[in-house]
T-cell receptor, first 112, second 112 residues
Framework: QKEVEQNSGPLSVPEGAIASLNCTYS??????FFWYRQYSGKSPELIMS????GDKEDGRFTAQLNKASQYVSLLIRDSQPSDSATYLC????????????FGSGTRLSIRP | KAGVTQTPRYLIKTRGQQVTLSCSPI?????VSWYQQTPGQGLQFLFE???????NKGNFPGRFSGRQFSNSRSEMNVSTLELGDSALYLC???????????FGQGTRLTVV
């Protein structure tokens, strides 16, 4: 079982709709969770961090964490063509406070 | 504030050679991590340095090594290069007290 699992996509969403990206992780003691956006040919960019159960909102982005289900999600409201990218879920495992494990990423495509 | 700077941006090396990559973290960040990104394996953790000490190491052979200097700048070395080492090598720095990682633009290494 992979430590961080994501659906590779591609996920195609119409412009203006809500894009929903999901991630599960295996280390039950994990403490910190991140979403990164990576455009083709570029490096990953941190867009959200979440540390406690519930929702965290930042502009059009909402991260959701459910530690009991070991599940993290990212919602993008009012999707724009510029949101088309690969979204990487990342987890800081309990066993290693300074290490981040990345999922394989979900490719998101926003269609006009 | 300047971001994470990696040099060089591109490298072409021959099998059997060795290579050294450099990373300057964001000012005030003492933790530096290195990652390898390939289409097949995704983003994989190589190692992390803090205050000139390696704190964590991923599952890579001993040909991959690194070090950190007193000014937090870090170098990564790969010896006896193999074709499979062709990848994007990413350096990330983290602010004190958090595992949030901020990435540099990466070094694209091609081994021929």
């Amino acid at each position: 079982q992979k430590e961080v699992e994501q659906n590779s996509g591609p996920l195609s969403v119409p412009e203006g709709a809500i894009a929903s990206l999901n991630c599960t992780y295996s280390d039950r003691g994990s403490q910190s969770f991140f979403w990164y956006r990576q455009y083709s040919g570029k490096s990953p960019e941190l867009i959200m961090s979440i540390y406690s159960n519930g929702d965290k909102e930042d502009g059009r982005f909402t991260a959701q964490l459910n530690k009991a289900s070991q599940y993290v999600s990212l919602l993008i409201r009012d999707s724009q063509p510029s949101d088309s990218a690969t979204y990487l879920c990342a987890v800081n495992p309990w066993s290693s406070a300074s290490k981040i494990i990345f999922g394989s990423g979900t490719r998101l495509s926003i269609r006009p | 504030k300047a971001g994470v700077t990696q040099t060089p941006r591109y490298l072409i090396k021959t099998r059997g050679q060795q290579v050294t990559l450099s990373c300057s973290p964001i000012s005030g960040h003492r933790s530096v991590s290195w990652y390898q990104q390939t289409p097949g394996q995704g983003l994989q953790f190589l190692f992390e340095y803090f205050s000139e000490t390696q704190r964590n190491k991923g599952n890579f052979p001993g040909r991959f090594s690194g070090r950190q200097f007193s000014n937090s700048r870090s170098e990564m070395n790969v010896s006896t290069l193999e074709l499979g080492d062709s990848a994007l090598y990413l350096c990330a720095s983290s602010p004190p007290g958090t595992a949030e990682a901020f990435f540099g633009q990466g070094t694209r290494l091609t081994v021929v």
